[in-house]
């Protein structure tokens, strides 16, 4: 495996493919086979086929993935190519938008800590936190209260107009 030089690492940023319906699978597969660092959070929840209910796993946010790569003029041809993407996302006319690490980390937390998520709806105002203690350690979203001690912690990608929440302890949380 070869070693990638700081500076290489440094200009990677984070991107949202956009993919065809029920996609999301064979795009992250096909951007990994050719080598690319490609990022897509799933939740478990529960279905019914067949009169059986059991658990999935479904994409956190249907539709779309994250790619972690320098977008130099090459990478993305080689990226445009995968089948079942729709595109990158961004401004019209301004090309792809990168998304903040600490987005992507937040939602990488989330999901290695196997804590129940729930879809919440994309917020814009409220108080910013960022959570101190306990398996959310530094992640960072934007705090709903519904009990004294609870709340829920709303972690949102703006670029994908999407947001997730997860139960938190208020305790732990001060101003981001």
Known sequence: ???????????????VLWTKSHCERLVRDGLSS???EVFLPEIECWSRRGGLR?????PMFPGYLFLRNALD?????????????VSLLGAPGEG?????????DSIQSVVASRAPVMA?????????????????????GILLRTKPNKGLLVISVELLRRSVA????CTFGVPA
Not at 1 to 15: I, K, L
Not at 54 to 58: A, F, G, K, L, T
Not at 73 to 85: F, I, S, T
Not at 120 to 140: C, K, M, N, Q, W
């Open 166 to 169: 997860v139960e938190v302890d």
């Open 54 to 58: 059991h658990v999935i796993r479904v």
């Open 34 to 36: 050719r080598g690319f």
């Open 120 to 140: 919440h709806p994309y917020l814009r105002e409220g108080s910013r936190v960022r959570i101190t203690r306990g398996p959310f350690a530094d992640v960072e």
């Open 73 to 85: 003029k090459a990478a993305h041809v080689e990226v445009r190519k995968a089948r079942g993407l």
């Open 1 to 15: 495996m070869e070693t990638m030089s700081v500076s290489t690492r440094a200009a990677e940023r984070w991107w």
């Open 96 to 104: 792809p938008t990168a998304v903040p690490d600490t987005d992507v």
